[in-house]
């Protein structure tokens, strides 16, 4: 157990639905960093925020939205759903900014039909 | 083209073997290279990473890094059937922010 929980495990919807992934961090770490694992794309970075604060940003589509709260718990929201974000969508932590240092969590499975 | 390449596999040893994974990459920048490990639906776990060129151990594990010829490589001695898991490698540049990864590299030790 790496200590970071997402929420919900398993998650299917419809197209053109908005859902909500959950992460909260293992205690102290301060960066959350969110990522992508398709078949055909393999694992990818969408967005990293540290301390509330987004940090760096990478092939996050517009339809989509993250952001880290107070508590350093941290949400990302998928909107206007397509079949093609069907994915493992993982949360990582890390005490600092360094994405070498983080942990994954379980991921969440996403499937749009 | 990938800034990240890795031969996707499958790769199949038996138990005991010395395993060879790679990966290459194209980016300059990257300075940190890492290798994941990660079983069939569960996070990818950190196994090392290396700063720059040369060599780390950890164990079995040994990762080696060629800036001069970009190519990161994972050796894994006596292999285990608790190895069979997908193998990832990622590289991070300071400047980029972000964690780049290959593939993966699907490994299956037979007992």
């Known amino acids: ?113 | 083209q990938k800034e990240v390449e890795q031969d996707p596999g499958p790769l199949s040893v038996p138990e005991g073997a010395i395993v060879s994974l790679n990966c290459t990459y194209s980016n300059s920048a990257f300075q940190y290279f890492m290798w994941y490990r990660q079983y069939s639906r569960k996070g990818p776990e950190l196994l090392m990473y290396t700063y720059s060129s040369g060599n780390k151990e950890d164990g079995r594990f040994t990762a080696q890094v060629d800036k001069s010829s970009k190519y990161i490589s994972l050796f894994i001695r006596d292999s285990q059937p608790s190895d069979s898991a997908t193998y990832l490698c990622a590289s991070f540049s300071g400047s980029a922010r972000q964690l780049t990864f290959g593939s993966g590299t699907q490994l299956t030790v037979l007992p």
């Open chain 1, 1 to 113: 157990d790496s200590g970071v929980t997402q929420t919900p495990k398993h998650l299917i919807t419809a197209t053109g639905q908005r859902v909500t992934l959950r992460c909260s961090p293992r205690s102290g770490d301060l960066s959350v960093y969110w990522y992508q694992q398709s078949l055909d794309q393999g694992l990818q970075f969408l967005i990293q925020y540290y301390n509330g604060e987004e940090r760096a940003k990478g092939n996050i589509l517009e339809r989509f939205s993250a952001q880290q709260f107070p508590d350093l718990h941290s949400e990302l929201n998928l909107s206007s759903l397509e079949l093609g974000d069907s994915a493992l969508y993982f949360c990582a932590s890390s005490p600092g900014g360094m994405p070498t240092e983080a942990f994954f969590g379980q991921g969440t499975r996403l499937t749009v039909v």
